[in-house]
């Protein structure tokens, strides 16, 4: 058995499409979609990822805006900044750039931004709708991951699934979008005595660590989905969290990386912003519409 290949690529390529007719909708009814990203400091380590972003945002029918402050800014002032920019409805979305310096903590800086404009889904209000099943701005890595196993020929309603870590913002995420499909999820972490005991059972199995080759084929279900998640360098090569070649031999779909759920991470952020834009469209007409007396 050979694995076939989940070309994050194509879905991301249809998912702009959708974005883009939705964006020139919104624009029509003087809604522009409009994305302001915030990084401080040194942005090497980010610009590859604004970039990206930058072009999405252009090829989705949304505005896009890098904003840079110095590292020597006061966590006071970069809250300030945010809460300008939620008074601005102009402004649909704000994206936060990691790395941050050391003296501005991230949590604080995701807490600040309006749960309207959070498009990247990690204010604590958007991480904890998710448990209700409410998935209007979900987390867009955890999301994209899920979409990507929703376009394959899997019945979700009882699908056995193993989610391979649990950090706040991916694996948890997940395990609660799936359940929320009807799945049955099994949740592994590093206090998991045999994680290839879990995995093996598993129709389909998402890996979100950061350990390069951590999954290996031997750990799989013939035919089983797997959705890698991870982003590592090695050699000067990205590769996943999973062994690519021993998995591919086994599994009966397979995502690449790069270009498996990167590129639908980026559109499903670019889906978020549209989305925001609509619910602030929306917020904003209710607030304010004229009512005859």
């Not at 590292?71 to 002032?77: A, F, G, K, L, V």
């Not at 995995?199 to 080759?213: E, I, L, N, Q, T």
């Amino acid at each position: 058995m050979r694995a076939a290949i989940i070309d994050g690529k194509a879905i991301a390529a249809r998912m702009r499409d959708e974005n883009m007719a939705e964006a020139k909708e919104l624009a029509a009814q003087g809604w522009q979609p409009r994305l302001v990203s915030i990084s401080v400091g040194d942005t090497a380590a980010a610009e590859l990822y604004v970039r990206n972003q930058q072009r999405s945002a252009e090829a989705s029918g949304v505005d896009f805006e890098a904003r840079n402050y110095p590292e020597t800014i006061s966590m006071e002032q970069l809250v300030g900044v945010l809460q300008g920019l939620n008074a601005d409805p102009r402004v649909n979305g704000i994206i936060i750039q990691r790395p941050l310096p050391s003296h501005i903590p991230v949590k604080t800086l995701q807490k600040a931004v309006h749960p309207l404009k959070d498009v990247e889904g990690m204010h604590p209000a958007s991480i904890g709708n998710i448990v209700y099943n409410d998935l209007a701005l979900g987390p867009c890595t955890a999301v994209a991951a899920v979409e990507i196993l929703k376009t394959l020929p899997l019945k979700l309603e009882g699908l056995d699934v193993t989610v391979i870590g649990h950090s706040e913002i991916v694996g948890k995420p997940i395990a609660f979008l799936l359940m929320g499909l009807g799945a049955t999820v099994t949740v592994c972490h590093h206090m998991t005595r045999s994680v290839a005991m879990h995995s093996r059972a598993a129709d389909a199995v998402f890996v979100a660590v950061g350990k390069p080759g951590l999954v290996t084929g031997e750990m799989l279900k013939p035919g089983a989905a797997l959705i890698d998640i991870g982003i590592n360098r090695v050699d000067g090569k990205t590769v996943g969290d999973a062994d690519f070649a021993s998995c591919a031999e086994v599994a009966g779909w397979i995502t690449p990386v790069p270009g498996g759920v990167g590129p639908v991470t980026v559109a499903t952020l670019m889906k978020n912003a549209v989305l925001a834009t609509r619910m602030q469209m929306a917020h904003y007409r209710a607030q304010y519409a004229h009512t005859e007396v």
